[in-house]
T-cell receptor, first 115, second 115 residues
């Protein structure tokens, strides 16, 4: 079965530090990849997505992610985090195997940014 | 435009009791999904409605869980009888069309605690 692994469950950073959250998926075929974010007290929302083309994807709020097919990875990065980036981040995959497809999530990474 | 709403936001019940969660999708969205997150684990797919029909219920844990979407509008998820391991956050999401999963809109979730 397809699965998504997020390596870091909790990350604590100071403001202005750089961020990289790891995400690996287990599926050899074509995939669509997503990062979702849930800010405290809010609902899940889409941060960025990759469908095809340039493997470096730019999202909202200065986030970006790089799809590396050979490594089955889709790591999320931000050069300089802010206190307002404190949230939980979820990597998700849709496997395009034909027919019906559904979103598969990782376990999430809780990021705390200290001022 | 109203988003996906879920009710209640929190529910605390005793083992053996019954709980019904409700989800109101965005008006006009045919696709409605239920997901569940047990503490610290991934967000797991439960089932998917297209209008009032169950497209995929492969993620439903067992027959104590019953989801309905009469009339193709709001959906309910009933747990009867509830067990301790049912505790978690239950998310609902909706989309206009299945093939555009990136436009999945999530509700804020219902935090269910079974004591």
């Amino acid at each position: 079965a397809q699965s998504v692994s997020q390596h870091n469950h909790h990350v604590i950073l100071s403001e202005a530090a750089s961020l990289e959250l790891g995400c690996n998926y287990s599926y050899g075929g074509t995939v669509n990849l997503f990062w979702y974010v849930q800010y405290p007290g809010q609902h899940l929302q889409l941060l960025l997505k990759y469908f095809s083309g340039d493997p470096l994807v730019k999202g909202i709020k200065g986030f970006e992610a790089e799809f590396i097919k050979s490594k089955f990875s889709f790591n999320l990065r931000k050069p300089s985090v802010q206190w307002s980036d404190t949230a939980e981040y979820f990597c998700a995959v849709i496997t395009l195997s034909g027919g019906y497809n559904k979103l598969i999530f990782g376990a999430g990474t809780r990021l705390a940014v200290h001022p | 435009e109203a988003g996906v709403t879920q009710f209640p936001s929190h529910s605390v019940i005793e083992k053996g009791q019954t709980v019904t969660l409700r989800c109101d999708p965005i008006s006009g969205h045919d696709n409605l999904y239920w997901y569940r997150r047990v503490m610290g684990k991934e967000i797991k797919f439960l089932l998917h409605f297209v209008k009032e029909s169950k497209q995929d219920e492969s993620g439903m844990p067992n027959n104590r869980f019953l989801a309905e979407r009469t009339g193709g509008t709001y959906s309910t998820l009933k747990v009867q009888p509830a067990e301790l391991e049912d505790s978690g956050v239950y998310f609902c999401a909706s989309s206009a069309r299945q093939e555009t999963n990136e436009k999945l809109f999530f509700g804020s979730g219902t935090q269910l605690s079974v004591l």
